[in-house]
T-cell receptor, first 112, second 113 residues
Framework: QKEVEQNSGPLSVPEGAIASLNCTYS??????FFWYRQYSGKSPELIMS????GDKEDGRFTAQLNKASQYVSLLIRDSQPSDSATYLC????????????FGDGTTLTVKP | ETGVTQSPTHLIKTRGQQVTLRCSSQ?????VSWYQQALGQGPQFIFQ???????GRGNFPPRFSGLQFPNYSSELNVNALELDDSALYLC????????????FGEGSWLTVV
């Protein structure tokens, strides 16, 4: 079993809808949680980081963390075609993001 | 544009050969992490260098080795290349080893034939 699990998708939503991306992790000592966006043929870029239970909002993005359930999610409101990409969930057992364990990503397509 | 540069961008090697990939970290960053990303998979942590010392290693065999130089640039060396080594190799730099934000370079695409 992989340490970080994501639905591979593809996930398809219409423009303007809410996209919901989910991630579960197996290591209970995980402390830091990250969402990256990766366009095809490009490198990952950090969208959100979250460290405490609850919600964290940044513009159209909301990250949700539930450590008891070992679950982290990313909501994208008012989805745009430019949001079409692969979204990678990553976890770290400390604040050292450079040692993160990544999931295999969920591919999101936003249809105009 | 993250300020992290990698070279070469693409290369093709033959099984059994050796390869060196290079990474220049963002200005002021003293920590470099290397990841391997196979097609359709997420990045896998290879190792991290902090102030020229290895600071953690993932589940990769010893034929994967690295260096960090005094200017904090870094190299990833892979010996005895295997077909499964074909992947995108990503370098990420951060201000220090406890930093929660890392910046990826555009990667080096390695094909082993």
């Amino acid at each position: 079993q992989k340490e970080v699990e994501q639905n591979s998708g593809p996930l398809s939503v219409p423009e303007g809808a809410i996209a919901s991306l989910n991630c579960t992790y197996s290591d209970r000592v995980s402390q830091s949680f990250f969402w990256y966006r990766q366009y095809s043929g490009k490198s990952p870029e950090l969208i959100m980081s979250i460290y405490s239970n609850g919600d964290k909002e940044d513009g159209r993005f909301t990250a949700q963390l539930n450590k008891a359930s070992q679950y982290v999610s990313l909501l994208i409101r008012d989805s745009q075609p430019s949001d079409s990409a692969t979204y990678l969930c990553a976890v770290s057992d400390n604040t050292n993001a450079g040692k993160s364990t990544f999931g295999d990503g969920t591919t999101l397509t936003v249809k105009p | 544009e993250t300020g992290v540069t990698q070279s070469p961008t693409h290369l093709i090697k033959t099984r059994g050969q050796q390869v060196t990939l290079r990474c220049s970290s963002q200005s002021g960053h003293n920590t470099v992490s290397w990841y391997q990303q196979a097609l359709g998979q997420g990045p896998q942590f290879i190792f991290q260098y902090y102030r020229e010392e290895e600071n953690g290693r993932g589940n990769f065999p010893p034929r994967f080795s690295g260096l960090q130089f005094p200017n904090y640039s870094s190299e990833l060396n892979v010996n005895a290349l295997e077909l499964d080594d074909s992947a995108l190799y990503l370098c990420a730099s951060s201000l220090w080893s406890g930093e929660n934000t890392i910046y990826f370079g555009e990667g080096s695409w390695l094909t082993v034939v």
